[in-house]
Each structure stands twice: as C-alpha cells, then as structure tokens.
C-alpha cells in the first residue's frame, strides 16, 4: 500500500520570502514516481513538478524544486520567491509500479498562503 | 500542453434525479480515465479507473450501480451519478493518462472538475 503524509495543514508566507511544504511517503514499490500539484480556489490541478525514485538529482522547474531525500522517504516542494499567485492548496502525490502503474496517492494537502 | 475538459463545470439537481458528467481529452488520446472526488478542503479520493471499451475498475467502497462510468473512446469518458442524493454532492474531477505514457511517471492531466450539489 502507498500512503503520503503532510503534516502541515496550512502554511503562511510572506511575499518573495522561499517555503518549504513537507511530504513524507511510504510503498514497498522497487519504483516510484513523486508528484506536486497545485489546487486554486478555482478547482483545476495543476501539475508542478515530478521526481522519479531513481533520479539521481533533484527536480527543478522554475521557482519549483524538489528536495528529495530517498532514505529519508520524504520530497519536500519548496517555493523560492513566493508570489501572491502562489496562494493555494497543495498535494504531494505518489504513483508507482503496483496495480499496472495507474494509482496516483495523495497526500491531504497544505494551504498555503502568501502575505504582502 | 494536454487539456481536458469537463462538462458541466457546475450542476444542482433535485434529489432522486440522474446527472451525467462528462470528461473529454482535447488533444490526445487517453490510455486510461480516472475519476476522483473531493470533498471541501480535503484530498482527492479516487473512484475508479476505466479504460476505452472496457468496464472499469471501482475503488473500495465506491458503489458502481450509483456511479457509472462510460469510457466509450479514447477522448470521452461519463460518469453518471444515478438517483442522486445530498450526500453525493461534493466536486467530482476526472483524469486522463496519455496513450503511451511510461510506465508510473507519466504525467497525469486534469479536467477543471465539476461541482455537483444535490438539493
């Protein structure tokens, strides 16, 4: 079974200033893929960034990164210079080889919040 | 970039009525379909998972005789909420895998989702 854990509900920052939102994760799959996905107000998942168990650098995609640490079972997404845009909830998510690679796992999000 | 697209974006119904819900990927063809559902401020719980032409896969707990999906070529799948009730409502948001994607890190694309309240 695949389970991902944020433990932060919601999170405040302040404009131009970087955060870090946590992700932790658990499978027994030999490969897996991590996923972070933003969810405005308005519904639509957006998909920010993906880093692949056997990746050996960390996923980078503009303002995006991924600090991905294997042992540690954790990939945290942290936001560099965060902009009011940036408000929103994000999910961690985890697809891996079990059940034909189709099961993308979430995590219960963290509403972020970016203040003037 | 992959866009799809969901029809309606919102919907009220009375209780005891049907509502169909649409999912269509606009420029690919999509292996698999999933349909998820959210609650307010909570995470996405996937339904099922339904490939073109054949019946699809529920998750446990999700009953199939009120939650049917129709996956009827590779660019539309429907999810049809049968005799719907208050508790039904909630935001439905499908998923579409591209024909061809690799094994587990494809990138998955979502539709807007469609709000669907039952009065």
């Known amino acids: 079974a695949q389970k991902i854990t944020q433990t932060q509900p919601g999170m405040f920052v302040q404009e131009k200033e970087a955060v870090t939102l946590d992700c932790t994760y658990d499978t027994s799959d030999p490969s897996y893929g991590l996923f972070w996905y933003k969810q405005p107000s308005s519904g639509e998942m957006i998909f920010l960034i993906y880093q692949g168990s056997y990746d050996q650098q960390n996923a980078t995609e503009g303002r995006y990164s991924l600090n991905f640490q294997k042992a540690r079972k954790s990939a945290n997404l942290v936001i560099s210079a965060s902009q009011l845009g940036d408000s929103a909830m994000y999910f961690c998510a985890m697809r891996g080889v079990t059940g034909g690679g189709n099961k993308l796992t979430f995590g219960t999000g963290t509403q972020l919040k970016v203040e003037l | 970039g992959a866009v799809v697209s969901q029809h309606p974006s919102w919907v009220i119904c009375k209780s005891g009525t049907s509502v169909k819900i649409e999912c269509r990927s606009l420029d690919f063809q999509a292996t698999t379909m999933f349909w998820y559902r959210q609650f307010p401020k909570k995470s996405l719980m996937l339904m099922a998972t339904?490939?073109?032409?054949?019946?699809?896969?529920?998750e446990q707990g999700v009953e199939k005789d009120k939650f049917l999906i129709n996956h009827a070529s590779l660019t539309l799948s429907t999810l049809t909420v049968t005799s719907a009730h208050p508790e039904d409502s909630s935001f439905y948001i499908c998923?579409?895998?591209?024909?061809?994607?690799?094994?587990?890190?494809?990138?998955?694309?979502f539709g807007p989702g469609t709000r669907l309240t039952v009065t």
């Open positions: 998923s579409a895998r591209p024909f061809g994607g690799r094994a587990f890190s494809y990138e998955q694309y």
């Open positions: 339904s490939n073109e032409g054949s019946k699809a896969t529920y």
